[in-house]
């Protein structure tokens, strides 16, 4: 079975600053996606970022990146300039690329509360 | 506006009293999932469902059923709920058509049931 790792149950950033939320997964599959969710007081669950398997080149969006490390199992995300709004709890999910019964599940890790100071 | 509902938003009962939380999708997705979310364990699946009438079980079935008779709707039902079910429920759909938009679950508002 797939499973999903954060270790980092908290972080904190400095407003305008760098922070990188850690994830790492287990798996047997080489083809399938992840994600990170963002999780803001109000509960809803917001796509930040997601990632193909088959694809080398980390994704960005905006001021949100990744690190792919695919032989290493490792997917942290890179909040660059960080604002008051980006605080939240982040969720890192993982997706099999199987087809059928794959598409309608994600494994999610723990999740990290991260805090932004002004 | 594409989106997912669930309601109630937040529910409070009582030990053994049947409910029901509902779910409806606009997006005519054929994927729909219920999640709970717990602290320190994130969100596990409940059940999913690829299409009207069929749906299984997840990871964390028990004390739990579903029903899929309509494509849009995918309500979770506790027919005898228990403390232990106190939790953050999610509603999500998906699909596998659409291009880069197959890949991504969207999610209902939650549900926070308190079970007494």
């Known amino acids: 079975a797939q499973t999903v790792t954060q270790s980092q149950p908290e972080m904190s950033v400095q407003e305008a600053e760098t922070v990188t939320l850690s994830c790492t997964y287990d798996?047997?599959?080489?083809?399938?996606?992840l994600f990170w969710y963002k999780q803001p007081p109000s509960r809803q669950m917001i796509l930040v970022i997601r990632?193909?398997?088959?694809?080398?080149q980390n994704a960005t969006e905006n001021r949100f990146s990744v690190n792919f490390q695919k032989a290493a199992k490792s997917f942290s995300l890179k909040i660059s300039d960080s604002q008051l709004g980006d605080a939240a709890m982040y969720f890192c999910?993982?997706?099999?690329?199987?087809?059928?019964?794959?598409?309608?599940?994600?494994?999610f890790g723990q999740g990290t509360i991260l805090t932004v100071h002004p | 506006e594409a989106q997912v509902t669930q309601n109630p938003r937040y529910l409070i009962t009582v030990t053994g009293k049947k409910l029901t939380v509902t779910c409806s999708q606009n997006?005519?997705?054929?994927?729909m999932s219920w999640y709970r979310q717990d602290p320190g364990l994130g969100l596990r699946q409940i059940y999913y469902?690829?299409?009207?009438?069929?749906?299984d079980k997840g990871d964390v079935p028990e004390g739990y059923k579903v029903s899929r008779k309509e494509k849009r709707n995918f309500p979770l039902i506790l027919e005898s709920p228990s403390p232990n079910q106190t939790s953050l429920y999610f509603c999500?759909?998906?699909?596998?058509?659409?291009?880069?938009?197959?890949?991504?679950?969207?999610f209902g508002a939650g549900t926070r049931l308190s079970v007494l």
């Open positions: 999910a993982y997706r099999r690329n199987a087809g059928g019964t794959s598409y309608g599940k994600l494994t």
């Open positions: 997006m005519n997705h054929e994927y």
């Open positions: 990632q193909e398997a088959y694809k080398q």
């Open positions: 999500a759909s998906s699909s596998s058509s659409g291009g880069a938009a197959k890949n991504i679950q969207y």
């Open positions: 469902s690829m299409n009207v009438e069929v749906t």
């Open positions: 798996t047997s599959e080489s083809d399938y996606y």
